[in-house]
């Protein structure tokens, strides 16, 4: 099959690329490069010897869009693209509701002219808001408890309504849960711009001496240690999820909601002891007080992704520690370092 990634030179984008080619699938790729670089996706080159091509456009670039579809034989599209700061999204809500949802709402409209009806959509465990108890199934209420994930929310939506105005639609609805980790190549990896927001990218910077100590967001939850638990999934298992998703969809009509995670909650100390083991260091923290927004506990119930799917989570917390770590250690600067200057 050729399928449009966009946003495929991102972080999950990038390991979905190399696994899509490894099965056997054509790609192309359409992203404006707003957080990451095209030496990503030159590496998924390196890693699958496969030549990758790409367009650099705006989702909201209709004229290119249209001439995607014009000139390919799209048989499927698997969106990631679209803004993920939840911080940034509350300070500016428009940017994110403009880029997310209107961008998605352009993409579906140019994909109906086409007749491409198969979508992939990368949602989030966020939407499952703050009043849930674990473990998370698909079926519960959703709510948002900020713009970044209301846009999540608001796009589920669209696409509901979408396919139930048109039958040939088929839609999966991806609610991933913490991704982390990076390919076993150490060729690609999580590059955030800045100071991370979140866990893993920021205990592996404290560990390389890019940052000075952790701050562990508060200690006082009803959890087994009084950290946050979160339920971390290797990257390279959700990229694998997207490919069993796609062929889901283009047999079986519809709209479904699937979680990917590994049904496993890990707590921040948790994850600090596994980093500690994998990259022979101590992480130094400290407690702070909780951040606003987040909850205690956050992990998938997995039955529907394993029994529709056929799919199951394989790597643990020591994989997804040990990956970031060479990723971490061979690429200190990200993308930013040339492959070849830091070979050398
Ligand atoms: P990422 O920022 O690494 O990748 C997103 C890519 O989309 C980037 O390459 C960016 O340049 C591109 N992009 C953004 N807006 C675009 C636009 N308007 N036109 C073209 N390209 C655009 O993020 P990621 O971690 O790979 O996440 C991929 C998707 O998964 C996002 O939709 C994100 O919201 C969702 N998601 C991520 C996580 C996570 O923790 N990483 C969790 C749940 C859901
Ligand atoms: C994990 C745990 C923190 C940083 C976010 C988004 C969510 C989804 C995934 C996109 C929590 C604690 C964190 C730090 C800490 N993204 N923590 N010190 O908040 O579960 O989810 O990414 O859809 O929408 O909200 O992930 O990695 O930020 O936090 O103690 O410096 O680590 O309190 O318990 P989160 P995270």
């Known amino acids: 099959m050729k399928i449009l990634i966009t946003g495929g030179a991102g972080y999950i984008g990038t390991h979905t690329c190399v ?14 490069f707003s957080n990451s670089k095209p030496e990503a996706l030159e590496r998924v080159g390196e890693i ?6 790409v367009c650099e456009a705006d989702l909201q670039d209709r004229a290119t869009l249209e001439s995607i579809f014009y000139q390919n034989e799209i048989d499927a599209v698997i969106h990631f693209a679209g803004l993920k700061a939840v911080g940034e999204s509350v300070e500016k809500p428009l940017k994110y509701y403009h880029n997310n949802v209107a961008g998605t709402v352009t993409l579906c409209e140019v994909m109906d002219k086409y007749n491409v009806r198969n979508l992939v959509f990368s949602s989030s465990a966020t939407v499952y808001g703050e009043n849930n108890l674990v473990p998370f199934t698909e079926d ?15 796009i589920e939506e669209i696409l509901r309504d979408t396919a139930a105005s048109n039958s040939n639609w ?7 849960f913490n991704p982390v980790g990076a390919h076993n190549s150490g ?11 979140n866990l893993m990218p920021y205990i592996s910077q404290v560990a390389v001496g890019k940052l000075p100590e952790l701050q562990v967001f508060g200690d006082d939850y009803p959890t087994r240690d009084g950290t946050g638990v979160r339920d971390y999934i290797h990257v390279v298992d959700l990229a694998l999820g997207h490919v069993r998703a796609l062929e889901k ?17 890990c707590s921040v100390l948790e994850l600090v002891k596994s980093f500690e083991a994998a990259c022979g260091k101590t992480i130094p923290f400290k407690i702070a007080d909780r951040r606003a927004g987040d909850i205690a506990e956050c992990y998938a119930d997995v039955t529907k ?11 643990g917390i020591d994989d997804m520690c040990m990956s970031t770590w060479k990723w971490q250690t061979l690429n200190p600067t990200g993308y930013e ?5 830091i070979t050398v």
Request: proline content about 5%.
């Open 19 to 32: 696994e899509l080619l490894n099965a056997g699938h054509d790609i192309l790729v359409l992203d404006n």
């Open 48 to 53: 699958t010897g496969k030549f990758i091509e």
């Open 140 to 154: 519960l209420p959703l709510s948002a408890t900020n713009p970044y994930g209301r846009s999540k929310l608001i």
């Open 170 to 176: 088929s839609v999966a609805l991806l609610r991933y």
């Open 187 to 197: 060729l690609i990896g999580e590059d955030p711009s800045g100071v991370p927001n």
């Open 249 to 265: 969809i283009v047999t079986d009509r519809g709209i479904e909601a699937y979680n990917l995670g590994t049904g496993r909650g």
């Open 305 to 315: 992704a394993e029994r529709d799917l056929g799919w199951k989570a394989t790597f």
């Open 337 to 341: 370092v040339t492959k070849k200057e």
